[in-house]
């Protein structure tokens, strides 16, 4: 749709219409250069509005030069070229130029084809036309710059190619090297030596001429391609390979139209459609027109980028908003389903807490209270336990007599006996009360479930660090002989 | 491609501001709506999960009051949970002290306070302090006197301390005559009901 566009096939007496698109294509009609045929165009251009317009003219007005100029670029190029267009053409209106090539040797320069419309003044009326009713216009092209497409769809290897096309406006030569246009002539369908045979004659002269301005070499050996679907340059092609300085080859309507992927029947019955079909898709490298002609079609252009940047916006906008919403749209039902879901826990918890009795605490706390009640249960003073060593170690020490005893918890499963005890008969011998006190110390150490015993206080301090005082005179009380030991004991619990 | 004719494109230049307008509105107004849809599952999601947690919760805590609901009321009724018992002490201590056919006793009892966190494995535990002193014939005597106020106490309790002095430093005499003077320190536990803090 965005790539539609008219080819205008403009001859001094008519006027043909290609209604073109990717894939598909139309032929519109021929209008002549009269009164009618500019009506009837004009009618057609209101039926097709907004479609951009190229202007192939076949015409014999033409001229054509190969100029080597320096390479420059930007605005710069555009002067020299303007200059340079002007002093060629002098004061033609439809005049271009086309860089085809860079040299490849010297300063390199770059190679330049300028070509003009001689005589434009068949053009005006159509032209006026197209402005006054706003056609974008995007170019006029000489009718050899659409066979420079076709020669290449055609797919030809050789260097030095002079297509031949005959149409019903006459017969066109035009000269490629490697597939560039350098030299295009035609021959009108007027022209008094219009005969078949002539054909070959004027490929001759062609060849001459273009071997005389030093276009072709002269040693070249120049390949003719006769593209003719009425068959009318058949006996040409026997001519011409008469002499080894061509080597010719028809063109046929079945291999024209695999190349141009057109139907055969569509072609035959207008062959001028196969150089429009070629240039159609193709982007403009020759282009005549003056820069004011252009204006509608720049016009066009801005237009349409900015309706197809809109269309851009307003899709991206759409999508991303339409994914957004689609997304809110899902997030929103799985709220909805994961409410119903909490619904239902909530029920299931109602149901479950109904039937809780009355707590004094908080039900995760039975169980602890529960285990801590028995863990405060268990007795941590087995009095037994304890009594059981120190009753047999006193057993066999009978001497020892016992004044108090202090029981108490000292650690997780240990107990601290504190035992504090004198000597019966204590007649005021240290030595010998010590080595009762060490063996009753001994005895208790050894006892079952004792881990320590320490002396915490003894009847005679012998230790270095200590202060000693005592008396020899007078009676000894048994007092004198008091001790204190400190037992741990593991406890049966 | 030459300067823009922005005079013959102002239908064009409008349309497009529109589309850009529209689009971003229309963003603006979804993207909204996303959000708002996004916070709302993320709220719905939370609910879900608090009301799935106080489910299990309360699956879980129906399967502990199933298991220790009767032991727990066996406790309150011995007085470990709730207020502490006073009287039933005393009157525990006396029974066990007969029972034990001991020669009585004397007791006092300190103000209740909060047991030791250790000891409390974070329940509101408060801990009473009673001080007896009885004498005793012999020292086995004491731990009759354990087991026998073990088997009276209404509530739980542990013997802190004790200690055993002799009366009189003569020999121990073949007479029913008390020789031994026992001091004791209980600890009654009870633990505070009603999410009271301990020591309350």
Same mark, same amino acid.
């Given at each position: ?493 | ?60 805590? /129906? ?50 306070? /909060? ?76 633990? /505070? ?8």
């Amino acid at each position: 749709m965005f790539d539609r566009r008219l080819i205008l096939l403009a001859t001094p007496r008519q006027i043909g219409v290609l209604d073109w698109r990717p894939g598909n294509m139309h032929w519109l009609g021929e209008y002549s250069a009269s009164e009618a045929g500019l009506t009837a165009f004009r009618q057609l251009l209101l039926g097709h509005p907004n479609l951009p317009v190229l202007l192939v003219a076949d015409t014999v007005d033409e001229d054509y030069r190969s100029e080597i100029l320096p390479h420059v670029q930007g605005r710069a190029r555009d002067e020299l070229l303007e200059r340079k267009l002007k002093q060629v053409f002098r004061n033609a209106r439809f005049t271009g130029s086309w860089r085809q090539a860079r040299e490849k040797l010297g300063r390199r320069d770059d190679r330049y084809l300028l070509a003009t419309l001689t005589d434009g003044d068949w053009l005006v009326p159509w032209i006026t036309l197209l402005h006054r009713e706003q056609v974008p216009l995007y170019g006029i092209t000489p009718m050899a710059m659409a066979c420079q497409h076709l020669l290449a769809r055609l797919k030809v290897p050789e260097q030095h190619v002079l297509l031949a096309c005959r149409f019903s406006n006459g017969l066109r030569l035009s000269y490629y090297y490697d597939g560039l246009l350098r030299f295009s002539r035609l021959i009108g369908a007027d022209t008094p030596n219009q005969l078949a045979g002539n054909a070959a004659d004027e490929i001759a002269k062609t060849q001459l001429y273009l071997t005389g301005q030093r276009i072709l070499p002269r040693e070249a050996r120049l390949h003719v391609l006769l593209l003719d679907t009425n068959g009318q340059l058949d006996s040409a092609q026997s001519a011409l390979n008469a002499d080894p300085a061509f080597s010719t080859r028809l063109v046929d309507l079945h291999s024209l139209t695999r190349a141009l992927r057109i139907p055969e029947d569509f072609l035959a019955a207008t062959p001028e459609i196969a150089p429009l079909a070629a240039i159609a898709g193709e982007s403009l490298q020759l282009n005549l027109a003056p820069r004011e002609l252009l204006r509608r079609h720049s016009e066009f252009r801005w237009r349409q980028g900015l309706n197809m940047a809109a269309g851009v916006v307003a899709a991206a906008g759409l999508t991303i908003s339409a994914a957004y919403w689609l997304n809110a749209q899902g997030l929103h039902e799985q709220a909805v389903q994961l409410q119903a879901e909490t619904r239902r826990e909530e029920l299931r918890h109602a149901a479950v807490v109904k039937d809780f009795p009355a707590l004094t605490t908080r039900p995760d706390e039975l169980g602890p209270t529960l285990a801590l009640a028995t863990q405060l249960s268990r007795m941590p003073l087995d009095f037994n336990a304890l009594f059981e060593p120190l009753g047999q170690a006193l057993a066999v020490n009978p001497q020892i007599v016992v004044k108090s005893l202090t029981l108490q918890e000292s650690a997780e499963g240990m107990a601290e006996v504190t035992l504090d005890a004198r000597l019966a008969d204590f007649d005021g011998n240290y030595r010998a009360a010590m080595a009762r006190i060490d063996n009753l110390v001994a005895q208790l150490a050894a006892a079952p479930g004792v881990t320590t015993v320490e002396r915490v206080s003894s009847p005679v301090n012998t230790a270095p660090t200590a202060t000693l005082s005592g008396k020899t005179l007078g009676e000894i009380a048994p007092e004198e002989s008091h001790f204190t030991l400190s037992l741990q004991l593991r406890t049966s619990s | 491609m030459m300067q823009p004719p922005i005079a013959s494109l102002k239908g064009s230049m409008l349309l497009l501001l529109v589309a850009v307008l529209l689009s971003a509105a229309g963003i603006f107004w979804s993207g909204k709506q996303d959000s708002g849809a996004r916070a709302a599952l993320q709220q719905q999601q939370t609910a879900f999960n608090a009301a799935r947690a106080r489910q299990q919760q309360g699956q879980t805590e /129906a399967r502990l009051i199933a298991q220790h609901l009767d032991a727990y009321h066996d406790l309150i009724a011995r007085g470990f949970v709730g207020e502490e018992n006073r009287l039933a002490w005393i009157e525990a201590v006396q029974l066990a002290n007969r029972d034990a056919r001991l020669y009585g006793l004397s007791y006092t009892l300190s103000p209740r306070a /909060a047991a030791p966190a250790a000891l409390a494995s974070g329940l509101p535990l408060n801990q009473t302090r009673m001080v007896v002193k009885m004498p005793l014939l012999v020292e086995t005597d004491l731990p009759r006197f354990v087991a026998a106020l073990r088997a009276r106490a209404p509530g739980v309790f542990r013997v802190d301390r004790c200690r055993l002095s002799r009366i009189s430093d003569a020999p121990p005499q073949p007479i029913n005559q008390p020789e031994i003077d026992a001091e004791c320190e209980l600890l009654w536990f009870t633990v /505070a009901a009603g999410g009271q803090e301990a020591g309350k």
